[in-house]
Every structure is written in structure tokens, then in C-alpha cells.
T-cell receptor, first 113, second 110 residues
Framework: DVKVTQSSRYLVKRTGEKVFLECVQD?????MFWYRQDPGLGLRLIYF???????EKGDIPEGYSVSREKKERFSLILESASTNQTSMYLC????????????FGSGTRLTVV | QKEVEQDPGPLSVPEGAIVSLNCTYS??????FMWYRQYSRKGPELLMY????GNKEDGRFTAQVDKSSKYISLFIRDSQPSDSATYLC??????????FGTGTRLTIIP
């Protein structure tokens, strides 16, 4: 069964901490994405990557960075966590031609206190 | 104006009813239209995928696209409690990036 695996289901971090969210896919997909999902706001794209070491800003990149050193792994970094970054974070991957759409991970519920 | 508009609901219907979920969009470049289903505390999963205008049926689910009015619909026949979820439309012009609606939360009442 193909999968996108996010390292943590629930995280609680303190304001100002550096936070790493990890995502691994086993489908040899070229594209990987990080979204956050908030009630009433839906899915908002933070960053995406079309290839190893490539990254592009999405709609809300402020306060975040990403790293893609290997094809299967895409990391989201919160440089200095703030309470307004409390959210559900979803990682997704897709093939180059978007065949089959996105495959999402189960999400990480991050709470910043 | 958002590129994709979707009524957030919540929508509650009795078991066995026909459900209609809808989105409107503004970008004429959208050519592919996807519907995702998201159960509580899970990531979204692809439900249906259509290209251009017309209907596509998959079991109890029918996706309908009217590009002239920029209107996307998902119909669920003989709705079941297991259909209770949030449904997100996601049109795209093709290529790597999807644009998601905010999602409609659906509850099927036994």
C-alpha cells in the first residue's frame, strides 16, 4: 500500500522553539507539498517542491522553510514557532503529471503554547 | 474573490438521501476537476477525477462539471453513514498544483 508518512500525529511545542515536521513518501513521486489546514480557511499551501533541492513558495510561506535533500523526504521547518502556527499540517505528494492526484499523509496536529 | 468557492456547511441528511455538493470557480484555465474526501483526523483522499465538462459516475458517486458556468458538483446516491466526512473540490489547469475549496462537512444521519 502506497504511503505518505508524517513523523508525528501530535506535537506540542513552546513559543520560539525551532520545529521540524518530517514527511516521507514511498511512491517515487517528483512533487511534494506542505499545507496547513484551519477551520473555515481550508487547505493553504505553504511550500512545494518539484525536485530534489528545489523549493517554491506557496501562498503562506512566512515563518516557514523547507528542505528536500532526498526525493522521498520533504521537511517543513518552523524557524521560531508562534501560537498562530498552531494548526493541522498536511504533507502530500504527486507524480510529475499529477496522475492520480495528490496522496496525503495523515497530518500532524501542532500546538504551540 | 477566491479562485474556488465551496459552501462549508455543515450539511446533515438522512441515510438513503441523495446528496449534492457544489463548488464554483473563477479560473477559466481549470481543466481537471478532483473531489477529495477527508474523514475526521485523517488526510484527504482522492475520491473522483474528471477532465473538462460532463459527468463521470463511480458507483454511488457522480461528478459533474459545467465549464460554461464554472460549476462543479458531486452527487452521492443512497447515502450511508460511512459517507460522513468533509468533501473538498480541487480544480486544476493541469501540472503540479491543485487549488482546494474550503470543504463541505457532511453528516449522514442513520
Amino acid at each position: 500500500d502506497v504511503k505518505v508518512t508524517q513523523s508525528s500525529r501530535y506535537l506540542v511545542k513552546r513559543t520560539g522553539e525551532k520545529v521540524f515536521l518530517e514527511c516521507v513518501q514511498d511512491m517515487d513521486h517528483e512533487n511534494m507539498f506542505w499545507y496547513r489546514q484551519d477551520p473555515g480557511l481550508g487547505l493553504r499551501l505553504i511550500y512545494f517542491s518539484y525536485d530534489v533541492k528545489m523549493k517554491e513558495k506557496g501562498d503562506i510561506p512566512e515563518g516557514y522553510s523547507v528542505s528536500r535533500e532526498k526525493k522521498e523526504r520533504f521537511s517543513l521547518i518552523l524557524e521560531s514557532a508562534s501560537t498562530n502556527q498552531t494548526s493541522m499540517y498536511l504533507c502530500a505528494s504527486s507524480s510529475e503529471g499529477l496522475l492520480g492526484g495528490y496522496t496525503f499523509g495523515s497530518g500532524t496536529r501542532l500546538t504551540v503554547v | 474573490q477566491k479562485e474556488v468557492e465551496q459552501d462549508p456547511g455543515p450539511l446533515s441528511v438522512p441515510e438513503g438521501a441523495i446528496v449534492s455538493l457544489n463548488c464554483t470557480y473563477s479560473n477559466s484555465a481549470f481543466q481537471y476537476f478532483m473531489w477529495y474526501r477527508q474523514y475526521s483526523r485523517k488526510g484527504p483522499e482522492l475520491l473522483m477525477y474528471t477532465y473538462s465538462s460532463g459527468n463521470k459516475e463511480d458507483g454511488r458517486f457522480t461528478a459533474q462539471v459545467d465549464k460554461s458556468s464554472k460549476y462543479i458538483s458531486l452527487f452521492i446516491r443512497d447515502s450511508q453513514p460511512s459517507d460522513s466526512a468533509t468533501y473538498l473540490c480541487a480544480p486544476t489547469p493541469g501540472g503540479g498544483k491543485l487549488t482546494f475549496g474550503t470543504g463541505t462537512r457532511l453528516t449522514i444521519i442513520p
